[in-house]
């Protein structure tokens, strides 16, 4: 077994470089525009939107075909391959002088992301057994950390050196962290017998996984979680207004209720993913599932922001449980030489969930509101624990593994 603490320590700062220089552009990604000459407000919030959503849209096409290739190549080969292009492809959004650029970017980034699936398929088959719930957790709050400070730490840097330094400085180092897991990142992998192994399309791979009746539903758990947490939270800050009123520090304040789920997930993920370890992850991912739809009710009931930075916060320790888990029972349940396929198609369905979750919020508030949302989001999560229940949990599939 490879030195798998190395592993992790290097793969956690590659995920949290990575996260964060996905997201580090969304504070000031409309006033880029601007720069850029789109000076309609319309056409500033449309092109915004359309940028965003244009790096999941690809990724969630591209991550199966990756993990194909990871399965038969090797999983760090995958991880050195995105990061080294997302290095480049980020350097370049620097140089964009049309929106049109900036689109087309973002749809390459897309595509040769993945490095978030290749570090969990790297670190779960290069993990000892009984470690994974805790390595998974870890790794997870690299990415988590990434996410919320990425945001932060882009709109303080396009204060002190400028929108393209920001591009060209998060290219740099995903370029370094791309160096570090190039020298430090070892792996396990026979690849003579995984390439003598008879090549299956991408179809016939997804129909192989879906015959495992695990691993559909942990998919359906990895849309849904994503689901539910993006779906308010293009409505979030006008949540927080209603809240709070145009009082000072608002700003502040929608900011924070839009983060604060993510430091408790972060502190947890670590912690829930030990448990996992001797519990079982199973069970941690059932209790997290109630959890996080119970988390969702005092959501819509809150009558101030103290109550909804709570509720927030208290969501944000079951949703850490929830990837982890997942990512665990996922290598639990894959057959050998096809977990990075498996990994990919998960990382699909989450980057599913970021493109239709929003935009189902948006739609389902000219309707119910954002209070409504919370409650279909907490329905749709109960159903999911059933689902799971019936097949994770029962005592038909609880115990049991692949060809057993």
Not at 166 to 183: D, E, K, P, R
Request: one cysteine or more; charged letters at 10%; aromatic letters at 14%.
């Amino acid at each position: 077994m490879v030195n798998w603490k190395v592993n992790l320590s290097v793969l956690w700062i590659g995920q949290f470089l990575a996260m964060a220089g996905m997201t580090m552009i969304m504070p000031f990604l409309p006033l880029y525009l601007q720069e850029l000459g789109v000076t309609d407000t319309k056409q500033v919030a449309y092109w915004s939107g359309i940028i965003f959503a244009g790096n999941f849209v690809t990724s969630f096409i591209a991550q199966p075909i990756w993990g194909g290739l990871a399965d038969r190549y090797g999983r760090k080969v995958m991880l050195l391959r995105s990061g080294f292009g997302m290095a480049l492809v980020m350097t370049f959004m620097g140089f964009a002088t049309d929106a049109w650029h900036l689109l087309l970017l973002r749809l390459v980034n897309g595509t040769v992301s993945g490095f978030v699936p290749a570090s969990v398929a790297l670190m779960s088959t290069n993990t000892p057994r009984n470690k994974i719930g805790f390595a998974m957790g870890t790794l997870q709050s690299g990415g988590v950390a990434g996410t919320i400070l990425g945001p932060l730490i882009g709109g303080i840097l396009a204060e002190l050196i400028g929108f393209r330094s920001i591009f060209y400085l998060t290219g740099g180092l995903l370029f370094v962290a791309s160096l570090l897991a190039m020298f430090l990142v070892k792996e396990s992998f026979n690849a003579s017998e995984a390439r003598s192994q008879p090549r299956v399309s991408l179809w016939q791979s997804f129909k192989d996984l879906a015959h495992i009746p695990q691993l559909p539903a942990l998919f359906a758990v990895t849309f849904m979680f994503q689901f539910a947490l993006m779906s308010p939270q293009p409505l979030m800050a006008l949540f927080v207004q209603d809240l709070y009123g145009k009082a000072a520090y608002l700003a502040f304040f929608a900011g924070l209720v839009g983060s604060v789920n993510g430091f408790s997930n972060m502190i947890a993920s670590p912690v829930l993913g030990r448990f996992g370890d001797k519990l079982g992850s199973e069970k941690i991912l059932g209790i997290c599932l109630i959890g996080s739809a119970l988390a969702f009710i005092p959501q819509a009931l809150v009558s101030n922001i103290w109550q909804l930075l709570a509720a927030r916060f208290f969501m944000g320790i079951f949703m850490g449980g929830m990837l982890p888990s997942i990512y665990a029972l996922i290598r639990k349940y894959t057959p050998e030489g096809m977990e990075s396929r498996s990994y990919s198609f998960n990382s699909s369905t989450l980057s599913l969930g970021n493109v239709i979750g929003p935009l189902t919020g948006g739609v389902l508030n000219g309707f119910i509101g954002i209070r409504g949302i919370f409650w279909v989001s907490s329905a749709l999560l109960l159903l999911n624990f059933f689902w799971v229940r019936r097949t994770l949990l029962s005592s038909r599939w609880g115990n049991r593994l692949p060809g057993e």
